[in-house]
């Protein structure tokens, strides 16, 4: 397959976006899906994800539980699983911004999650008037321009959470394990997707997971090649945004926050309504490149999601068709699994060729280059700030670097929100 980009691109395509890292991935979401039932029934009744890698992942995870309900046979059955399926950790989700970006070398990884543990803690105690998660709030209404009601969902997690992340070296997850235990968040379950394996986690931080791991705290599933982590939005389906400026006068203006401190959100939209790949392109709607690689790469995992399916039902359907007492029944369920996961690869074969294809029409705005996610980027912060600089660090975190009236503002709201005093959670959309 000719590869037209840059000299990186070949190796990508050889290596990341694989039928075999595919089929990995839905494999490693089937078993997601299985933990988060599991724990559901332990009373665990609500997901919070705290990365954008995981993000495949639990949807991934959601589609695979879903499809089970295909074989339910009585509407009895299949009222039964909405039931469930509404009141699932599956639709009761919260995403939190714990990604870290230190620009000073005054500020370190761990505060900022700290931070973010602290806005968590007080979601699930219910305390509205904390001042984190009241900072996080004008974050959101002020610099992001987005709903706080929509920002949080409607279902608020409880003591007892999920916590699904990935982890490569593992610092990540042991920064926020030890924060999780300075605020007094130590009745979650930990679900961590490693990268290789686990064999990148360093010593120091396997012996942390393997300790929550012997508590019954954690589980541990492997993939082979993490493609999706730090890939962009056509890889994750995400942007993930961070304000430099805002996170460094935070520090300035609160005492509390000297060593606690936080200024980052996240914006979903992957989705592009352009006919012709390079309609468009500088305008706040153009999100192509995003759209093209970000559906292709789902709707492979999730083809592959539906082939294990029909193979976990091989049984099931030969036996409908009459064929239980043939005496080569075995033989026959094993070449329907065989077939099936055969037109399988050709089909993600296929799709990965179209896939390729397609962005070789982009020419150079490929969306693992964080060039055009800048240009992706770029119009949609403008929009809402004018004023602002962009930057995308070479994990495709968004930087936005707003003028020091803005930063101004923003502080000065900030501190009339704290001092206002009011719960932010008292809405009653919350639950």
């Known amino acids: 397959m000719e590869l037209p980009f840059d000299d990186s691109t070949p190796a990508v395509w050889q290596h990341e976006?694989?039928?075999?890292?595919?089929?990995?991935?839905?494999?490693?979401s089937r078993c997601l899906s299985e933990y988060i039932r599991v724990l559901n029934k332990e009373g665990y009744t609500?997901?919070?994800?705290?990365?954008?890698?995981?993000?495949?992942?639990?949807?991934?995870?959601?589609?695979?539980?879903?499809?089970?309900?295909?074989?339910?046979?009585?509407?009895?059955?299949?009222?039964?699983?909405k039931v469930d399926f509404i009141y699932s950790p599956f639709t009761s989700k919260l995403v939190l911004p714990f990604s870290a970006d230190?620009?000073?070398?005054?500020?370190?990884?761990?505060a900022i999650r700290e931070y973010w543990s602290r806005v968590l803690a007080a979601i699930i105690k219910r305390d509205?008037?904390?001042k984190y998660l009241v900072l996080y709030k004008v974050l959101v209404e002020k610099l992001a321009k987005r709903s706080w009601n929509g920002t949080l969902g409607r279902v608020l997690p409880t003591k007892k959470f999920i916590f699904v992340d990935t982890v490569i070296s593992g610092r990540a997850i042991c920064e926020i394990i030890t924060a999780f235990k300075k605020v007094g968040l130590e009745e979650c379950y930990f679900i961590l997707i490693a990268d290789e394996s686990g064999n990148k986690i360093e010593p120091e931080y396997r012996?942390?997971?393997?300790?929550?791991?012997q508590a019954d705290r954690c589980s541990l599933i492997h993939v082979k090649r993490m493609f999706t982590e730090d890939r962009g939005p056509g890889a994750s389906g995400v942007w993930s945004t961070v304000y430099p400026q805002v996170l460094r006068a935070v520090q300035q203006n609160f005492p509390w926050a000297e060593h606690c401190y936080g200024a980052g959100t996240f914006y979903h939209k992957v989705s592009s309504a352009q006919l012709e790949p390079k309609d468009g392109i500088g305008t706040v709607d153009y999100?192509?490149?995003?759209?093209q690689m970000y559906s292709s790469i789902k709707g492979c995992i999730f083809a592959a999601l539906v082939a294990m399916q029909q193979c976990d039902e091989a049984k099931k359907l030969l036996e409908e068709k009459g064929h239980r007492n043939l005496?080569?029944?075995d033989?026959?369920?094993?070449?329907?699994?065989a077939q099936t996961m055969d037109t399988m690869m050709h089909l993600l074969r296929r799709e990965l060729d179209d896939m390729c294809k397609t962005l070789r029409d982009l020419e150079k705005f490929t969306p693992l280059d964080k060039r055009t996610t800048k240009l992706l980027a770029e119009p949609r912060v403008k929009k809402e700030h004018p004023n602002a600089e962009v930057e995308v660090s070479s994990s495709h975190l968004v930087r936005v670097i707003l003028p020091e009236a803005e930063v101004d503002a923003f502080i000065h709201e900030a501190k009339i929100e704290l001092s206002a005093d009011l719960d932010v959670l008292a809405d009653d959309y919350f639950h």
């Open 287 to 291: 999100n192509m490149p995003v759209t």
């Open 46 to 81: 609500n997901l919070v994800i705290p990365s954008r890698g995981a993000v495949p992942f639990v949807q991934a995870a959601t589609r695979a539980y879903m499809l089970e309900s295909n074989a339910l046979q009585t509407p009895e059955e299949r009222y039964r699983w």
């Open 102 to 110: 230190p620009n000073e070398e005054f500020q370190t990884s761990g």
């Open 331 to 337: 033989s026959l369920v094993a070449d329907y699994r």
């Open 207 to 213: 012996q942390v997971i393997e300790g929550l791991i």
């Open 327 to 329: 005496p080569n029944f």
């Open 17 to 28: 976006f694989t039928v075999e890292n595919l089929i990995d991935y839905a494999t490693a």
């Open 128 to 130: 509205g008037r904390d």
